[in-house]
T-cell receptor, first 112, second 115 residues
Framework: QKEVEQNSGPLSVPEGAIASLNCTYS??????FFWYRQYSGKSPELIMS????GDKEDGRFTAQLNKASQYVSLLIRDSQPSDSATYLC????????????FGTGTRLTIIP | GAVVSQHPSWVICKSGTSVKIECRSL??????MFWYRQFPKQSLMLMAT?????????EQGVEKDKFLINHASLTLSTLTVTSAHPEDSSFYIC???????????FGQGTRLTVV
């Protein structure tokens, strides 16, 4: 059974601070890793994708991947109230035309 | 990014009736489409994967005769919930990917309520 695990939270972070979200996965052949943001009642929105070990930065977001440890994380710098949402980690064995396995999501609340 | 449109965004139906949900790729050819279901406070669970012109591949535990998926063209896939019951009430989300895509794109989702 392929699994993706996340701490369900809730995670509360003061506005302006760094929010750190973590995810582990069980399938060693996983190749593609995604972080989605989902607001209540809405569809997931892609925040970051990462395919190789190391860090990938995009604006206030940094994804980190460590395939040896089967671990992927998302850092959100200068957290804003609009970042309050559920963050879903997803992995796939190949690329975007393969099915995603989602984690249960971490609910993040940014406190003004 | 590519645009995927899902319709309707919400629907209420009576128990025992059937409901059809459409998922369209507006600016690319979707060789693969995925259908997910999400219950409140839970994550997305994949129901089935469909490739254009082929029968859908259903995940374990998903009734293929209840959830009919058609992917007859490269821009349209439909999910029909047949003989819907209140326990089928959920948020249904499609995503689509084209050949060579590194990610799939999600539709807006459909909130189904069966009364």
């Amino acid at each position: 059974q392929k699994e993706v695990e996340q701490n369900s939270g809730p995670l509360s972070v003061p506005e302006g601070a760094i929010a750190s979200l973590n995810c582990t996965y069980s399938d060693r052949v996983s190749q593609s890793f995604f972080w989605y943001r989902q607001y209540s009642g809405k569809s997931p929105e892609l925040i970051m994708s990462i395919y190789s070990n190391g860090d990938k930065e995009d604006g206030r977001f940094t994804a980190q991947l460590n395939k040896a440890s089967q671990y992927v994380s998302l850092l959100i710098r200068d957290s804003q109230p609009s970042d309050s949402a559920t963050y879903l980690c997803a992995v796939t064995a190949s690329f975007g035309n393969e099915k995603l396995t989602f984690g249960t999501g971490t609910r993040l609340t940014i406190i003004p | 990014g590519a645009v995927v449109s899902q319709h309707p965004s919400w629907v209420i139906c009576k128990s025992g009736t059937s409901v059809k949900i459409e998922c369209r790729s507006l600016d690319f050819q979707a060789t693969t489409m995925f259908w997910y279901r999400q219950f409140p406070k839970q994550s997305l669970m994949l129901m089935a994967t469909s490739n254009e012109g082929s029968k859908a591949t259903y995940e374990q535990g998903v009734e293929k005769d209840k959830f009919l998926i058609n992917h007859a063209s490269l821009t349209l896939s439909t999910l029909t919930v047949t003989s819907a019951h209140p326990e089928d009430s959920s948020f249904y989300i499609c995503s689509a990917a084209g050949q060579g895509f590194t990610e799939a794109f999600f539709g807006q989702g459909t909130r189904l309520t069966v009364v």
